[in-house]
């Protein structure tokens, strides 16, 4: 397995995620000081409001910021780790477009939505829902919300498929295939109802892919030049 990954994004990102982390003890810090001093002069509790809510909003970006780009294993690694065994005919791009994992394999080209919680998810269809449980609570601006995977991994499609539209004849176009991959070993996935994109657990990942890519219907050539415009110069500095 061949790997190019964007690790300009990295850097910059977990930059931004070790900025963002001391003004958010800033801003609490100084509303719970104004807080105290709103006790005896009441002017204070308007800053308080304004300084504990822009401490919330900061620990939301740096809990975001600090679990995608600074907190190892990142996906990119875990989807690494994972391919490292399959030939060369495997290319797994990281971060090189908005799609963030994309899978060049020998019969089609895969959008890998990665989530790395853990714990009871419960898969209805569209939806998927966490179980609670009070070491998110108390973890609250640490943990990473679930969101909405399905909507995620269509748009990782969808901006993958217009990239390749602006540089390929629609004939040139392999297929493009959508996968939600819960890659936490303690992930316990419950699936009710089908969802419209195939969700995978982390022992599932490897032998799917083997299942589902045994047609070579993507020439050397065609590998060649879909490396060029999904890796774009990252491919080049990593010569692929």
């Known amino acids: 397995m061949k790997e190019v990954t964007n690790t300009q994004i990295i850097e910059n990102r977990a930059k931004w995620a070790k900025r963002v982390a001391p003004l958010t003890m800033l801003f609490l810090i100084g509303g719970l000081i104004t807080n105290f001093m709103s006790i005896n002069q009441p002017e204070y509790f308007r800053i308080t409001m304004i300084l504990l809510a822009a401490g919330f909003v ?4 740096s809990s975001y910021l600090t679990n995608r780009w600074v907190r190892e294993p990142r996906s990119d690694q875990v989807l690494a780790s994972m391919l490292k065994k399959f030939n060369n005919e495997y290319v797994l791009f990281n971060y090189t477009t908005r799609a963030g994992h994309v899978l060049l394999t020998p019969s089609c080209l895969y959008s890998i939505t990665v989530k790395q919680h853990k714990g009871r998810i419960t898969v209805n269809g569209r939806r998927m829902t966490r179980q609670f449980t009070w070491r998110q609570f108390i973890r609250l601006f640490a943990d990473e919300g679930l969101g909405s995977p399905v909507a995620e991994a269509e748009s990782n499609v969808s901006s993958l498929s217009k990239l390749l539209n602006k540089e390929l004849p629609e004939e040139e176009i392999p297929e493009i295939r959508s996968l939600i991959l819960f890659s936490n070993k303690e992930t316990d996935l419950v699936i009710k109802q ?3 994109v195939p969700v995978l657990q982390s ?3 490897k032998n799917y892919l083997r299942e589902h890519t045994k047609n070579k219907v993507i020439s050397a050539s065609q590998r060649s030049e879909l490396a060029k415009i999904i890796g774009g ?8």
Request: proline share 11%.
């Open 58 to 61: 900061f620990a939301i970006i």
């Open 194 to 196: 089908s969802p419209p």
């Open 203 to 205: 022992h599932e990942f």
């Open 233 to 240: 110069q990252w491919a080049e500095l990593q010569k692929i």
